[in-house]
């Protein structure tokens, strides 16, 4: 890291068909090994998959998706006098946006289903309504932000 000169933020080239970064984002995440066609194939099935069960826009869906399972609030431990505490600290724009991207490939992954255009779509679905694990995995790290709130004078 430069001492004095900011680091300037990549942004990743903007998806080819719905011309989002996010998109675009979520694909090299959900990317392995290097494989980014099979990656894009996999989001674009599984959000037309989407599109076809609820009959709106396959961005709309991912977008609304990822704001209710995006994080306001996080803990990050907190070394004081030989004690370490979990201090609630807000999340960034930037972080609250990949800890849903990751999020949501990792409870996509760990679903059972024939392929991962299913998983992908069902967990894409669930994050809309509000229900399923990525949504849950929200709401616990808001719990335990909650129930540390008396450390939050630990703030940094």
């Known amino acids: 890291m430069p001492r004095r000169a900011k680091i ?3 942004l990743p080239a903007p998806d080819p068909v719905y011309q989002s970064q996010d998109i675009a984002k979520f694909i090299n995440c959900l990317m392995t090994r290097g494989k980014k066609t099979v990656a894009e ?33 996080e803990v990050k431990p907190r070394r004081v006098g030989g004690a370490t505490y979990q201090v609630p600290v807000e999340v960034t724009k930037e972080r609250g946006r990949a800890l849903a991207l990751r999020w949501v490939i990792k409870y996509s992954r760990d679903r059972n289903g024939k392929s991962m255009i299913d998983q992908l779509s069902a967990e894409l ?12 995995k929200k709401e616990d790290t808001h719990k335990m932000a909650d129930a540390n709130r008396a450390f939050a004078h630990y703030r940094y």
């Open 125 to 136: 679905l669930d994050a809309y309504n509000n229900t399923g694990s990525s949504v849950k």
């Open 8 to 10: 300037k933020k990549r």
């Open 41 to 73: 194939g996999i989001f674009y099935g599984a959000l037309d998959k989407a599109e076809a069960k609820l009959g709106k826009p396959g961005i709309e869906i991912f977008n609304k998706a990822l704001e209710n399972i995006t994080p306001m609030i």
